[in-house]
């Protein structure tokens, strides 16, 4: 019998008859608001804020907000199944952690924390190229649980290359190259502070611990980090890749690669073209293109464009169990975890996120088995309605 999320609804009650309650709300919506209380300015607005006004961030809410789903009735959901398969993996249930770097701005224990969270959950953690620990030390936090890494594909090739080989010799299986970053977007919290974590140091560390990357330094980085962080920012991105540089990557990485931030159904197409073996739909959280297409707007077109030729996967704005319903039932595999996790860190470190974690799913295996399916596969458009009022 497969798992039942579900389960840590009963072992909270449970829990109740000697007295405690979760050390964190499990309405997720709420953490922001807690983890704003937390953190200093600089830290919370770089991870809450997102791109100009933030109309986008407030769009990926409202496109999931609008879809409303209708439930049905007497449809046997005794036994719910909620794994995926997803770039050749099973997975327990339809959800990867999120690339989100320089978490150690969140909590001490960064991103080794939130990635033994997911490995203990067994979801899998995608883990930033602008982490704030090398990716072999992640890689070591989790034993053999499955991770995934996320390339900001650097302007130097030997960097990349460098980059693609450690990965893949700390045991990550799978590529997420993010494709909507070549440039930072206008962001006004951070701006208005004048607050950047990469100046300071923060999430270089694949690449301050780098040997092709050290070779372009005059001296060590510990004896001129002001030099290095200024290495990091010319070498981060590159603005003039275009889709035939992709053919670098397939040559470099024998596993699969997924395209991150895609929103155009041609791009999709243009993604399995390229040889890809699929696309996160996302529009980064609202924090790159203000006024962008909310990301379960962009959904379906990009599933229809994709139809097998791609594994389809979504982000930005996944909040709760529903809004998890809600994207599969727009076609998407599995969905990312973004901030909410963030959050579960800077509040309570590991178990922050596992609580994040469990709460999500079990919220979805609920709003799955009371909307009347037995497993993330029954689901399809026809379950939702748009509420235009
Ligand atoms: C603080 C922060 C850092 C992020 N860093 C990265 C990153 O290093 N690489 C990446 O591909 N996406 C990054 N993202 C974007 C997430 O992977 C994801 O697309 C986004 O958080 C989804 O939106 P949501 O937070 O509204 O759910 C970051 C997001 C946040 C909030
Ligand atoms: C240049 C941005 C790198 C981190 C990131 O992806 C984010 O803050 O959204």
């Not at 249930?93 to 978490?103: D, F, K, M, N, S």
């Not at 995608?126 to 650097?154: C, H, K, N």
């Not at 700390?170 to 590529?175: E, N, R, S, V």
């Not at 560390?205 to 290495?231: C, I, M, Q, W």
Request: charge should be negative.
């Amino acid at each position: 019998m497969a798992k039942h999320w579900a389960d840590f609804q009963y072992e909270i009650y449970l829990n109740g008859l000697t007295g405690a309650v979760p050390r964190l709300p499990t309405d997720l919506t709420r953490l922001e608001a807690l983890t704003e209380r937390r953190l200093g300015p600089g830290p919370v607005g770089y991870v809450a804020g997102s791109a100009g006004d933030g109309s986008t961030a407030r769009a990926n809410r409202a496109a999931l907000e609008r879809r409303r789903i209708v439930p049905r009735m007497l449809r046997d959901v005794h036994e719910r199944d909620l794994s995926v398969e997803v770039l050749g993996r099973c997975l327990p249930a339809p959800l990867a952690l999120a690339p989100v770097g320089v978490l150690s701005i969140m909590h001490p224990d960064a991103e080794p924390a939130a990635a033994r969270a997911a490995a203990a959950q067994g979801v899998p953690y995608i883990l930033s190229s602008a982490s704030s620990t090398p990716m072999e030390q992640v890689a070591e936090a989790m034993g053999d649980a499955e991770r995934w890494f996320q390339l900001y594909w650097p302007k130097d090739r030997e960097v990349a290359r460098s980059f693609l080989n450690r990965a893949r010799a700390a045991g990550y299986t799978a590529l997420f190259v993010t494709l909507d970053t070549p440039l930072l977007s206008w962001r006004p919290r951070d701006l208005d502070q004048a607050y950047l974590p990469f100046l300071h140091g923060v999430g270089t560390a694949n690449y301050f611990s780098d040997p092709a990357f050290r070779a372009g330094l005059a001296k060590p980085v510990h004896e001129d980090p002001d030099a290095a962080v200024t290495h990091f920012v010319g070498m981060f991105a590159d603005p003039g890749k275009t889709w035939p540089d992709l053919a670098f990557l397939r040559e470099n990485w024998d596993g699969p690669i997924v395209l991150k931030g895609v929103l155009h159904p041609d791009d999709a197409r243009q993604a399995a073209d390229a040889g890809m073996d699929g696309v996160v739909v996302s529009n980064h959280g609202g924090r790159q293109v203000a006024g962008a297409v909310a990301a379960a707007d962009a959904l379906p077109g990009v599933v229809e464009a994709a139809g097998d030729r791609l594994t389809v996967l979504f982000d930005s704005g996944v909040r709760t169990g529903d809004d998890v319903f809600k994207a599969l039932a727009l076609g998407a595999r599995a969905v990312l975890l973004g901030r909410p996790y963030a959050y579960g860190l800077a509040l309570d470190g590991q178990a922050g996120v596992e609580h994040v974690i469990r709460c999500l799913l079990a919220e979805f295996d609920l709003t799955l088995a009371l909307s009347g399916h037995a497993s993330p596969s029954a689901l399809s458009p026809a379950d939702l309605v748009e509420d235009t009022a």
